[in-house]
């Protein structure tokens, strides 16, 4: 209830939005937790049939022979299902918090009855904002790490300590139906079982972590917070009323550390916690942090009385008019924008600016009314499950593995240097196909811009 209550105090008239956004993002927390442990048990479920066929069939040597390549296929299972998952949780998160600016704009502006700004432009600006967002994610580096790199090397990490166990098993003569218990059983219930049960082949495999799936827990909490934050913030570029942020200190904090720190200082004479616009705090500061980080805004019978100002004369209010020409004015921004990305397109080979423009995508390869580019969409609907209605998690996918697929030099003319990515990718509808990409660093602007994409 304490929290509640500071988190009214803070937000004031528009605090019926921040506690519709944090009701949101807790339920989205609680049930990401078992979401993600869901997939692990499907994963380890999928390892148990394996060997449980493989003894059936008297194929178990064969099996334990080839032991790092089915590691090596099990990695990719649960990177590519935890990278599926991350991404469905960035959009969720970062709608989450992007909406309060929305309907804090919305509301300003049909109450000030002002025709230059309608609901549609509003909404359409905060969704290029948050589809920015999303992307930023991706493109992100910790300790030098993508986070792509980061889901891989868990999963990685998960698969050989469950190869560990299995070939350990193994050589203690355990029957395979058990060992695909056992696995199974760790999954779901840690590694006490086990060390009671085995403890001899415990001791042998040694440094064993209790829970399989706490990293990927922890991963997704940090990440997914960084979303809503960046989310919220990223939106606040097209809210006139944004003023900064306010940090309030969670609840369940017995242990001071760095959140007292931002929840207590006052930099700019605004109030214990209060940032302003520009000068936001880097959230979460540590994995699971449950802090808030709630936007700050002008009262908005003063943001209505400057609507009505600007549309009179924009001159008054140039920040609205920045804001109205920049991101709101529809002869000057197309909604469906490319997109430009700063990140390395292949680890030793390019670090250029990537440019992805969506146009490539709805207007050709996945256009089946397109004279030329029909084929290559009926080949990406049939192989990958890819139409219009889906484009974005094509575009995501393609910059995914972008970082981690060699490119190929394939010549240089006026224009710039030309390289060839060849993917192999899983779409929405769980088939993989190679998927060739095409890509020229150009000569003047020395980005790097897709020119194809198709089906191979």
């Known amino acids: 209830m304490d929290e509640i209550k ?23 927390r609680l049930s990401q937790d078992i979401e993600l442990r869901n997939r692990y048990d499907k994963w380890i479920g999928h390892i148990a049939k394996d060997i449980e066929e493989a003894h059936i069939q008297g194929q178990l040597q064969s099996y334990v022979d080839n032991l790092d390549h ?48 309608t609901q549609t432009q509003i909404k359409r600006a905060v969704f290029r904002m948050n589809e920015r967002s999303v992307q930023a994610m991706w493109n992100r580096q910790n300790h030098g790490l993508f986070l792509s790199d980061r889901i891989w090397k868990n999963s990685e990490n998960a698969a050989n300590k469950v190869g560990l166990i299995i070939s350990e098993s193994l050589a203690d003569g355990v029957h395979p139906t058990e060992i695909a218990k056992m696995i199974q059983g760790y999954v779901r219930n840690g590694k006490s079982t086990l060390v009671i049960d085995y403890p001899n082949m415990m001791d042998r495999i040694g440094n064993l972590p209790q829970d399989l799936s706490y990293e990927a827990l922890r991963l997704a909490r940090t990440e997914t917070a960084a979303a809503h934050s960046d989310g919220m913030i990223a939106a606040a570029s097209i809210n006139p009323g944004y003023e900064g942020v306010q940090w309030l200190l969670s609840p369940s904090h017995p242990v001071r550390d760095i959140c007292d720190h931002y929840a207590e200082q006052d930099l700019y004479g605004l109030g214990a916690g209060v940032y302003r616009k520009g000068q936001e705090p880097i959230f979460p500061p540590h994995p699971n942090c449950l802090c808030t980080l709630v936007p700050r805004m002008e009262d908005i019978d003063r943001l209505i009385m400057r609507l009505k100002e600007w549309e009179e004369d924009p001159s008054k209010h140039p920040d609205i008019e920045e804001l109205f020409q920049k991101e709101l004015n529809t002869n000057n921004q197309n909604q469906r924008d490319g997109i430009t990305l700063e990140t390395e397109l292949l680890p030793g080979t390019l670090n250029n600016t990537i440019e992805f423009n969506d146009e490539k995508l709805l207007n050709y390869a996945l256009d089946k009314t397109h004279r030329i580019g029909k084929d290559k969409a009926v080949a990406f609907e049939k192989a990958l499950g890819y139409t219009k209605s889906n484009y974005l998690e094509l575009r995501n996918n393609v910059l995914r593995n972008l970082k981690r697929t060699k490119a190929e030099f394939t010549g240089e003319d006026q224009y710039g240097q030309r390289y060839k990515v060849l993917m192999r990718l899983k779409g929405p509808n769980g088939k993989e196909a190679d998927v060739m990409t095409a890509w020229i660093v150009d000569s003047n602007t020395e980005r790097t811009r897709l020119v194809s994409i198709y089906v191979k």
Do not use: P
């Open 6 to 28: 500071r988190l009214v105090e803070a937000t004031g008239s528009y605090s019926k939005w921040a506690l519709q956004q944090r009701k949101s993002y807790i339920e989205q």
């Open 70 to 117: 089915h590691l090596q296929e099990y990695t990719k299972i649960l990177d590519d299902d935890l990278t599926k998952f991350l991404d469905q949780q960035f959009v969720v998160a970062v709608s989450t918090g992007s909406t309060i600016h929305s309907q804090y704009f919305i509301d300003a502006v049909n109450r000030s009855g002002i025709k230059k700004i």
